[in-house]
């Protein structure tokens, strides 16, 4: 029988050398302001975070990524959120501008700068590099 998953979506700390991807996703609710935030998305009935999140990068940013890190559970708007991280090193060639209104990659102080700016989307995102860095001891 399938279960729910405590978590309400996967998201993804995309990493190369020492930058860090960010997506602007589309938004239904007429935010005018865009803020960055990690790629990933919703995870459906029955399925498990890690199968959601390479699910939605597949959908969003046409890659596939074969290992994951687990960087743990964030809050946001009352809910848990998983958060995974890969290494990308292949080039984006093409995403999905229906979800995906910009990406961008950024250095950590940048990301910085846009939490700052409250220009990120649920606030954990700085959080969730730093976590990766701790883990690949950076």
């Known amino acids: 029988m399938s279960r729910r ?3 309400k979506t996967a998201r993804c700390v995309l990493y190369r050398e020492h930058e860090y991807l960010l997506a602007v996703h ?3 609710w007429g935010v005018k302001r ?3 935030g990690l790629p990933g998305g919703q ?3 029955g399925e498990s975070p890690d199968v959601a999140v390479r699910r939605e990068l597949e ?3 046409s890659v596939y990524v074969p290992d994951l890190i687990e ?3 964030f809050h946001y708007k009352k809910a848990l959120h998983m958060v995974y991280a890969a290494e990308l ?3 984006i060639s093409d995403w999905d501008d229906s979800e995906l209104l910009d990406i961008r990659w950024f250095h ?3 990301v910085q700068s846009l939490a700052d700016e409250n220009a990120l989307h649920a606030a954990y995102e700085l959080d969730a590099i730093r976590a990766l860095k701790q883990k690949l001891g950076r």
Do not use: K, M, Q, V
Request: charge should be negative; avoid cysteine.
């Open 59 to 61: 959908e969003e940013l």
């Open 26 to 28: 589309s938004s239904f």
């Open 108 to 110: 950590e102080d940048a």
């Open 5 to 7: 998953s405590p978590y």
């Open 89 to 91: 090193t292949e080039p």
């Open 43 to 45: 995870i459906e009935w």
């Open 71 to 73: 960087i743990g559970a």
């Open 34 to 36: 865009r803020r960055w």
